[in-house]
């Protein structure tokens, strides 16, 4: 499903929903890629000390149950909720960042970017070139629910890099450099353009055949209080992974 702008909330409410109605096998695992308002989202290794948003900036601040730490969301950022059935793709965690992370390669590759994992760290990041060092490109924060999976990742294709630096500690990490698609190529570039890639990059990975559907509510995937509390029982989580 191509979203489009979506307040954070309702695709929180949304992926819920879908990620309910997908462990009870009523309806097919679904991937919703969209862009978000300007919000800054916390997960649950996030410290007190990583947030100092300027006073007066209009950027909402969202609580959140993925795995991780703190990171932004804007438009010009192509994000990607995967609710994927691990019982389908391997019971293991670990391997489904990794394959995120696998997803993400396989879509910059389709420009001509050669985006890079950097051990003990997670997401994917720029090469160092023409005296620049490694520059964030990727975020990923997860979570896994009776083996359903919710949130995914977040490319930056085309906005403005320094609220990852100048309003947050982004993933934690000091002195870390974010860049966008945009910059890399030094050309413009939308996230229409990069969608399809990433689309058929988690088809192949995780060898799935999708097939788009209308956001509406007429594709009968409308929130369902029932599925979201299924989705959101506590003592049914089984993994909450992966840094930002």
């Known amino acids: 499903m191509h979203l489009g702008l979506v307040p954070y909330g309702e695709a929180l409410d949304l992926q ?5 109605a997908v462990s009870q096998r009523a309806i097919p695992e679904t991937v919703l890629f969209l862009e978000h308002p300007p919000v800054v989202t916390t997960g649950r290794r996030t410290g007190d000390d990583e947030l100092h948003v300027p006073a007066g900036v209009d950027v909402e601040v969202a609580e959140t149950d993925r795995g991780g730490k703190s990171t932004f969301h804007g438009p010009g950022q192509l994000v990607c909720y995967p609710i994927l059935d691990l019982n389908r ?31 003990g760290l997670t997401g994917v990041w720029m090469p160092p070139r023409d005296g620049m ?6 975020s990923i924060g997860v979570r896994v629910s009776r083996w359903i999976t919710t949130h995914g990742y977040a490319l930056n294709v085309d906005l403005d890099p320094a609220p990852f630096t100048d309003w947050i500690t982004a993933c934690g990490l000091e002195n870390a450099a974010f860049t966008t698609m945009a910059l890399e190529l030094g050309r413009l570039l939308g996230v229409d353009d990069v969608r399809s890639a990433a689309a058929a990059a988690i088809a192949d990975v995780y060898e799935l055949e999708l097939e788009e559907l209308p956001a509406d509510e007429g594709a009968g995937l409308w929130a369902q209080p029932v599925h979201g509390q299924l989705a959101s029982k506590d003592e049914a989580s089984l993994a909450s992974a992966s840094t930002v």
Request: glycine share 12%; with cysteine; net charge positive.
């Open 89 to 119: 793709h391997g019971r293991d965690v670990k391997r489904f960042v990794r394959d995120l992370e696998e997803c993400i390669v396989r879509t910059l590759g389709a420009f001509e970017l050669a985006g890079e994992r950097i051990e």
């Open 16 to 20: 819920r929903s879908l990620a309910g």
């Open 133 to 138: 060092g490694p520059r964030k490109i990727a």
